[in-house]
Structures are given as C-alpha cells and as structure tokens.
C-alpha cells in the first residue's frame, strides 16, 4: 500500500514536472516553429487579401493594429487584417461597423483569414497560437483577482473560450473558460483546442463581429473612460465595479 501511494504521488510530481516543461518552454518552441512555418506556407494567401483589401478598404490600408495587454499584462501591437474601411460621416463620424465592412472583409472574417497576420506576433513572442484572446487594454484595472490569472500565459490566436462559443460567449463565462485553461494548459489540450478550432472554421460556427459587439454582462462598457484613462496615464490603480 505504501509503496503505491508513493508511486502515486511520484506519478503526480513528474506529470506536473512535464506540464511546467511544456508551458516554459516547449510550448513557446513550439510556437515559434510552427509560426514560420505557417507564414511561409501562407504567405501567398496573405499577399493575395493584401492587394485585394487594399483596394477594397478605399486607401484605408489592409492591416489593423491595436494595443493588446499580453503575458503578465505587457502592452504589444496586435496585427489583423483591416475588414472595414474609414469612411465617415457629413459630421466626420465613423459610419457604422456594419456600413464599413467590406464583402471582402464579412469573408475575410468569416473564414478567420484575419486572424493569420497574428503569425508574426506569434513568431515575435507577443502572442501564442493556443491561448486566451488578447483583449482591450482598459480592461486590465477592471481585472479581479480571478480574472488576472489569465495573464499568466501568452495570449492566443485561438483558445478554449473560442472553441466553446467565440464571440458569442458573454465576458463571465470567458473568464472562466480563460482561467480553466491557464490550470490545465498541456500539449494534449492545445491539439484539442487547436483541432476544435479548424472543425469551427470549416462549419462556420461561433463567427461574432468582434471585440465591441461581445456580450457585456459584467456591465464593463460603462467604465470604459474611465479605465482607458488609467492605462494611459500608467497609474496602478483597479475599478471596483462589483460595487455596483
């Protein structure tokens, strides 16, 4: 009995040996190898929807990049194609997203094509290809304590929450998606995660119109000044918006 228990808790110790091997290093070397591979392989695709949205964005350009908090919180540019143009109103207002998506850009997105410049990020080491989605930078002083551990690991192009409703998913649930996957990171799960993702893509399934149109039932948006503020002045500080 007693040398079964030890085998046990030898087993336990070398299982969680492997998975901190996997996530400080294998993981990344990973990445790195199959984000080259991936942008030679696809680089004819990214040239081709680069001339066609150039065109079709009106002079708008054809790649996007936003400031995104990454591993442990670090501000980087993520880069995605550009699906809509920047036509404006007789006020010099945005049009709305919807008047601004190109058809090129509703296919571009539908088939997650906008997503495949992320390669370079991957490539640099902002991001990682299985991981939880890099969201806006105001949200880091809305974080509980929960909710930060899903800084823990690099940002992904892909990741569980997505494979489990995408966009469609409301914040809550996301987070607790997110932070599950940051306990149980492996390389079974990211093959799992990553086969679910490509399933997903073919069928069309959990495709949401980005970031801003996601549902809001912890009631962020209302904060959104006020923690976009926070960010930029680079003051320490969190918004207690459970008060509320």
């Keep these: 009995m007693a040398s079964h228990t030890r085998g046990r808790r030898l087993w336990k110790r070398l299982k969680a040996i492997i998975k901190e091997m996997y996530k400080n290093f294998f993981k990344r070397f990973i990445d790195f190898t199959l984000a080259l591979f991936g942008l030679i392989c696809v680089s004819p695709i990214l040239l081709v929807v680069t001339i066609w949205l150039h065109f079709a964005n009106k002079g708008a350009g054809a790649f996007f990049l936003q400031k995104r908090p990454g591993l442990h919180g670090k501000i980087f540019r993520i880069v995605k194609f550009k699906t809509m143009t920047d036509e404006r109103d007789a006020n010099g207002d945005l049009l709305p997203d919807n008047d601004r998506l190109t058809p090129i850009g509703r296919l571009v997105r539908s088939t997650s094509i906008d997503e495949l410049p992320q390669l370079v990020n991957v490539l640099i080491g902002d ?8 969201l806006y930078t105001w949200f880091l002083p809305m974080y509980d304590e929960f909710q930060e551990r899903r800084l823990d690991v690099r940002p992904g192009i892909t990741g569980w929450a997505q494979v489990n409703g995408r966009n469609l998913m409301p914040y809550s649930e996301k987070f607790k998606h997110d932070v599950w996957y940051v306990e149980h990171i492996s390389f ?14 073919f069928k069309h399934e959990d495709i949401g119109n980005g970031l801003e149109n996601e549902p809001d039932d912890l009631g962020w948006y209302k904060y959104e000044k006020e923690a976009q503020s926070i960010v930029d002045q680079g003051i320490n500080k969190k918004i207690n918006w ?3």
Excluded at 127 to 134: A, D, K, N, T, V
Excluded at 188 to 201: F, G, Q, R, S, W
């Design 127 to 134: 991001m990682s290809l299985i991981g939880p989605r890099p």
């Design 188 to 201: 079974a799960l990211d093959l799992k995660i990553l086969y679910m993702t490509v399933i997903n893509v």
């Design 242 to 244: 459970k008060k509320n």
